[in-house]
């Protein structure tokens, strides 16, 4: 796997050229021989004498540095080896010194135990945000996920969060039937941006996503817009759900919430013996563009509606408009209802959480709702049925690739959310004819699809 780290730095490649992206300085691996920082007040040599032999072994692996796949020279000496810690982190103390050094491991960690083909990295010095797009497979066609834009605990966490989502839209493209491979981007942000700040780091990365050359194409996520996107699509095509004002499709968010809504149905029609709404109570678990659409679809349809979210201005909101409950966040988990329905960020179905649902299904259009694939195991075993969350939440970019590259229209749109639930219908008796979890039933057609055989 290929870690591609772009800096502000001319990087010296093996063919002789140079390469130099501005705006952002040295993330992680590398920097060039004329490069010096400041010599820490205390001993750090013996750390410092072990990065350099970590990155001449990296180097020697193949690991490509700079915008190119060229490969680097091989470094040395006291002066690379501090601008491996990064050069970002000159004039800092040496605590904050010894942090990166700490993170850079967390790096190293998390990109080693990776299966994926690439990840760039990139520091965009003027917002203090890190830029990761993470490439997990291409097996199919050109990487594609959305953008997420997110304050998190640690850089290493945002690495994290990229590689797994990276890695489930390898499988919801495979099972999708699209000629996609799977990606993800996270910009990891100190806070969430606004007015010019938010401008220019788009304007910087849409430069990082044009300098792969079309491997990597991306869309709408976690707070980020279409208008975000056109302004992605000055500098850089690989983009999908541009305004309509613009010649995009525009915001996916009501196309994944159909989706989902037909893939409850589903669950209730395998679970309960009826796809009907009417009588039943379907917790949603965040309401942003996604969940209250969703509560919105499933309130049409009859059911009664829980509504929960960090925000309880937000979720008293649509409580009012929609005639639904509210629930408190930390009750959520023990609510009595039919379905639970994920809707914010992912990894929140664990060994520690299973244990507390009461529920008959879970299904959301939350990314990545088990914290490892074993507790889906851990939902059968508790006769809860699991909607695979990449399967479910599919909608989105069947309206954005559907719409932008296929030529769909939107009557062909709205059978493709349909086939959801039958692709659901499909995995749930292939579940119970293997006696294996719905998750794993799951993975398992996504997988004979990459391998070009009939799910």
């Given amino acids: 796997m290929a870690v591609v780290v772009q800096q502000d730095h001319a990087v010296r490649l093996r063919d002789g050229g140079d390469q130099k992206v501005n705006g952002c300085r ?27 032999r970590k990155t001449q072994q990296i180097v020697r692996q193949g690991v490509v540095v700079g ?12 002066a690379c080896a501090r601008a491996k810690v990064g050069s970002s982190l000159q004039g800092r103390d040496d605590i904050g010194l010894v942090r990166a050094m700490k993170e850079l491991g967390e790096f190293e960690r998390v990109i080693g ?10 520091f965009d010095a003027p917002t203090e945000s890190w830029i990761f797009i993470c490439i997990h497979s291409r097996r199919l066609g050109p990487a594609a996920g959305g953008t997420r834009m997110k304050v998190y605990g640690s850089t ?33 942000v100190p806070a969430l941006l606004e007015g010019e700040e938010r401008e220019g780091l788009f304007g910087r990365y849409a430069e990082a996503v044009a ?34 004002a613009s010649g995009g499709s525009g915001e996916p968010g009501p196309f994944t919430a159909r989706g989902v809504f037909h893939g409850i149905r589903a669950s209730l029609a395998h679970a309960l013996g009826s796809p009907a709404l009417e009588g039943r109570t379907v917790l949603v678990q965040g309401v942003g563009s996604v969940g209250a659409r969703l509560a919105e679809l499933l309130a049409e349809a009859g059911a009664r509606i829980l509504i929960t979210d960090l925000s309880a201005e937000r979720a008293a909101e649509l409580a009012e408009r929609l005639g639904a409950g509210v629930v408190q966040p930390e009750q959520a988990l023990e609510t009595e209802c039919d379905v639970h329905a994920p809707c914010a960020t992912g990894g929140t179905l664990s060994v520690d959480t299973i244990p507390r649902l009461r529920c008959r299904v879970v299904a959301g ?29 599919a909608g989105g970019i069947f309206f954005n690739v559907g719409i932008e590259a296929l030529g769909w229209d939107e009557a062909r749109v709205e059978r493709a959310l349909e086939g959801i639930g039958d ?33």
Avoid at 67 to 78: D, K, Q, R, T, V
Avoid at 159 to 188: P, Q
Avoid at 426 to 455: H, K, M, P, V, Y
């Fill in 365 to 393: 259009s939350a990314n990545n709702q088990l914290a490892t694939p074993a507790d889906a195991d851990r939902l059968s075993e508790r006769g809860i049925l699991y909607a695979p969350d990449f399967v479910l939440n």
């Fill in 211 to 244: 300098s792969l050359g079309g491997s990597f194409w991306t869309g709408c996520d976690m707070n980020t817009t279409p208008a975000d996107l056109d302004l992605m699509a000055e500098r850089c095509p690989y983009v999908f759900g541009r305004s309509v």
């Fill in 156 to 188: 290493a966490d945002a690495l994290r969060d990229g590689t797994r989502l990276a890695a489930g839209m390898t499988v919801k493209m495979a099972v999708a039937g699209f000629s996609f491979g799977g990606g993800k981007a996270v910009l990891a």
């Fill in 113 to 122: 135990s990776w299966e994926g083909e690439q990840v760039l990295v990139r």
């Fill in 423 to 455: 692709t659901l219908a499909e995995i749930f008796l292939r579940s119970e004819g293997e006696g294996i979890s719905t998750g794993r039933a799951a993975q398992a057609l996504a997988e004979s699809r990459l391998e070009g055989r009939n799910g």
């Fill in 26 to 52: 040295a993330a992680v691996l590398a920097a060039p021989r004329e490069c010096s920082l400041r010599a820490p007040s205390f001993g750090l040599d013996s750390i410092i004498d072990a990065e350099v």
């Fill in 67 to 78: 915008p190119a796949a060229g490969g680097i020279e091989e470094l040395g000496g006291y």
